[in-house]
Nanobody, 123 residues
C-alpha cells in the first residue's frame, strides 16, 4: 500500500530552522508532483510549496519565498522542505502530498497524504 510519512517537525524559536522530510513507500513517486501543505486548527489546508516530478518547476507562497526551499530525490522517493528564518505565523501541522501529473493548489486534488507533522515556532 502506497503511503507518505513525514518527519522533522518540532518546536523552535523564531529565526530558527527546521527540515521536514517526506518518505514515500509502496510505490515510486518519481512521476508525481509533490507538495507541502499546512493547516491551522479549524482552518483549511493551504499549499505552502510544491515541486514537479522533473524538479524543473517549484512553487512557493509569497510568505515563505526566500525562507523555505523544497527539494526531492526521486531515487530515494523523498521530498524535503528546508525552513529557515521561521516565524510564529509558520506554526501549523505540515502535510506532504502527491498527485499526478502536475502541482495544483487545491488540496482535494491530491491522491496521497502523509499523517502530518507539527511545527511550532515560539516568539
Amino acid at each position: 500500500q502506497a503511503q507518505l510519512v513525514e518527519s522533522g517537525g518540532g518546536t523552535v524559536q523564531a529565526g530558527g530552522s527546521l527540515r521536514l522530510s517526506c518518505a514515500g513507500s509502496g510505490r515510486s513517486f518519481s512521476r508525481y508532483a509533490m507538495a507541502w501543505f499546512r493547516q491551522d486548527p479549524g482552518k483549511e489546508r493551504k499549499l505552502v510549496s510544491a515541486i514537479d516530478w522533473s524538479v524543473e518547476t517549484t512553487y512557493y507562497i509569497d510568505s515563505v519565498k526566500g525562507r523555505f526551499t523544497i527539494s526531492r530525490d526521486n531515487t530515494n522517493n523523498t521530498v524535503n522542505l528546508q525552513m529557515n528564518s521561521l516565524k510564529p505565523e509558520d506554526t501549523a501541522v505540515y502535510y506532504c502530498a502527491a498527485r499526478i501529473p502536475t502541482m495544483v493548489a487545491e488540496a482535494r486534488l491530491y491522491d496521497y497524504w502523509g499523517q502530518g507533522t507539527q511545527v511550532t515556532v515560539s516568539s
